[in-house]
């Protein structure tokens, strides 16, 4: 009993007595897990000073990083948080910096050039936002200059809109069981093709809305094993489709079978799936100098331009590529993290995988769009 | 309910061998058209308890033996097997077993169309299958002539008469090549149901722009887009321009307005400026200015 309390008391200092060290001296990680300086360092270097950006940008402390920035007074702190996230919502609303790299382009003694890539953490994964940065010598610490991106200014306007829109009267609850009902709209797969990749199989092909009412779409496949036709694995396209098609529109799609071999596989059941929503045929975004860039790097990029009156929140790039034979080779997409104002050009860039790139001949994109309050495909 | 008759089921059973020994009789019809009125002579005296038992009802009348058993309009409506139990002095004292068949004359004709939306010009694409009922919702499966008429704002009709099978009658019929609204009906001597049958246009057909400068860009425009039928594919069908130039490539997809596509696309010596709706490829043309 008596070596049980003496334990216990025992335990007690040793806890008192760590927490009494561990706030008078704390680790310079947990100082930073506490919200306090982070992993902030002398701004002796170019590339230090741009570092201590990225840091405090990385914990979202934009008082921090406008403050130490040398072209401050250039811009508000409210300028420069809108220049980071956007002045509509979008992606990057909701996204904080997950991490960044600092990369020297060109330095003197006076000044410098630092790349600086802020990879945000999207709801649909990372969003990266490549910047270079002016770097100028104030006494003895360097200071960063923000390269503020140009808005362009549209000039006060009223854009009339008379596009269809389509809804739907749904039969009532009460209705007799004969009763006639709206039809879903009529879609079809035009092209599917099956591939072997290094994580699994992927099955990519195209989906026509050949209905003349709007489509919410999406796809399933099912793995059908060789040796007895038993089902493998079921997945569905999830968001790499155009889930909204109008009339006579076409979307890529593309299912992922993970940890699955091609030669296990005997035969696949699509299932393409479709119904009838309202939907809107506004707004039209036009996708402007498409270039397919061969490897390194292999890309198709381009420009979307809102031709609408309306702000799209969030724009979906997808792209399908085809061999010279007009063969589907791959299907690639990409989200732009900024909102597409009307007229306003913005730049997307689909990474096409290096293997495949040199098999590319031709592309095709399309865009869905999802506006605050609603979605377009 | 389902322990009621099963209990009024194992009386029936028990009661045959009794049936002479209480001296009381019923005589039940063979069939009772559902609905109707009908009465059952009884002979003997005294009074019991008749029940008649079915999957749809449940009846219990208290009856004089020796007299005649009414029962009015609308008291049996639910076609199927009946049985019935007659109770004297509380022991089953007779059983017996009659139908209720479904009324002659229909009330009520189900009719299921599908689809509700097909294109123009479509062989056997709208089905039609017809069920008759009797004005208690019975199924009346006696054949019945159905005739299935398909007309169109034009005038253009189709009509079948087929002969129902076990209560179901079922016909084919053809879109028409004329866009619109058809009215498909389903019809039983002076009874009938009406579905509405769109008939949309089919996929465009010959497809073809025209371009023309509109300052530093280029505006094409397609002329009004019909089917192979003539009819004007409708608002809303999204047209794919295509330009495509040294290097690079511009598209834009364009829903159609009064039946017409057209955007501004930039102005590049060389394009070829190419025009797609659905699985359907238009005109090329190459601008030089």
């Known amino acids: ?377 | 309910m389902r322990a009621v008759c099963a209990c009024l089921i194992g009386w029936g059973m028990l009661a045959a061998p009794f049936a002479v020994a209480q001296g009381g009789s019923l005589t039940l019809p063979r069939t009772v058209e559902a609905g109707s009125a009908f009465s059952v002579p009884s002979s003997g005296s005294g009074k019991a308890t008749l029940y008649i038992v079915g999957l749809g009802q449940v009846l219990k009348r208290d009856v004089e033996m020796g007299q005649a058993i009414s029962f009015p309009l609308g008291t049996l409506y639910s076609a199927g097997h009946y049985i019935t139990v007659l109770v004297k002095d509380s022991s089953p004292a007779e059983s017996g077993s009659f139908d209720v068949i479904p009324a002659a004359k229909p009330a009520d004709v189900t009719f299921l169309a599908r689809p509700s939306r097909l294109p123009v010009g479509l062989h056997g694409g709208i089905t039609g299958a017809g069920y008759v009922f009797d004005t208690y919702r019975n199924l009346i499966t006696a054949p019945t002539q159905v005739t299935f008429e398909l007309s169109s704002p034009k005038g253009a009709n189709q009509t079948r008469t087929v002969e129902t099978r076990y209560g179901a009658a079922w016909t084919e019929m053809d879109s028409t090549p004329q866009q619109g609204t058809d009215k498909f009906v389903a019809r039983v001597g002076d009874v009938s149901s009406m579905r509405i049958i769109g008939q949309v246009p089919g996929d465009p057909c010959s497809l073809k722009m025209s371009a023309r400068p509109a300052g530093e860009q280029i505006q094409v425009q397609t002329e009004p887009v019909r089917d192979c039928s003539g009819n004007a594919v409708p608002d809303g069908t999204i047209v794919t321009f295509t330009e495509t130039y040294d290097g690079g490539e511009s598209t834009v997809d364009v829903p159609l307005k009064r039946g017409i596509a057209e955007v501004k696309m930039p102005a590049r010596p060389g394009a070829k400026l190419s025009v797609a709706s659905g699985v359907v490829l238009g005109n090329e043309i190459r601008w030089e200015k």
Request: aromatic residues 8%.
């Open chain 1, 1 to 377: 009993m008596n070596r049980g309390r003496f334990l216990a008391v025992l335990l007690g200092g040793a806890t008192v007595l760590l927490i009494a060290i561990g706030t008078l001296w704390p680790s310079k990680s947990a100082a930073i897990y506490a919200g306090s300086g982070g992993f902030l360092e002398s701004a002796a270097t170019p590339e230090a000073a741009v570092r201590n950006l990225g840091e405090e940008l990385r914990e979202s402390a934009w008082q921090r990083a406008y403050d130490g920035l040398a072209n401050k007074t250039q811009f508000t702190e409210q300028k420069f948080v809108y220049d980071l996230m956007g002045y509509y919502p979008n992606l990057r609303t909701y996204a904080t910096v997950d991490k960044y790299e600092v990369r020297p382009l060109r330095a003197s003694a006076t000044d410098a050039e630092v790349e600086l890539k802020i990879y945000w953490a999207t709801v649909v994964g990372p969003a990266p936002d490549t910047r270079v940065l002016r770097v100028v010598k104030n006494g003895n610490v360097w200071q960063p200059e923000w390269p503020m991106e140009k808005q362009p200014l549209l000039p006060p306007q009223v854009i009339p809109v008379n596009y269809l829109r389509w809804d739907v009267i749904y039969r009532g609850a009460g209705d007799d069981w004969g009763a006639q009902d709206v039809e879903s709209p009529h879609v079809r797969i035009v092209d599917m093709h099956p591939v072997e990749r290094a994580d699994g199989v992927v099955i990519m092909g195209e989906l026509l809305n050949e209905d003349v009412v709007p489509a919410a779409v999406s796809v399933n496949a099912t793995l059908l094993s060789k040796k007895d036709q038993s089902p493998i694995a079921t997945e569905g396209s999830f968001d790499k489709i155009s889930h909204l098609l109008l009339p006579k529109q076409v979307t890529p799609f593309l299912i992922r079978f993970p940890n699955v071999s091609l030669s296990e596989v005997g035969s696949i059941r699509m299932t393409p799936f479709s119904s009838l929503v309202s939907a809107s045929a506004d707004p039209v975004i036009e996708i402007q100098d498409e270039h397919l860039n061969p490897a390194p790097d292999a890309s198709v990029t381009g420009q979307l331009t809102n031709q609408s009156g309306q702000i799209v929140n969030v724009a979906h790039v997808l792209g399908t590529f085809y061999d010279k034979s007009g063969n589907l080779v791959w299907v690639a997409d990409q989200y732009v993290d900024r909102a597409l104002l009307p007229q306003t050009p913005v730049p997307f860039d689909i990474h096409i995988p290096e293997d495949l790139a040199r098999k590319v001949s031709t592309e095709r994109t399309v865009v869905a769009t999802y506006v605050s309050g609603g979605a377009r495909g």
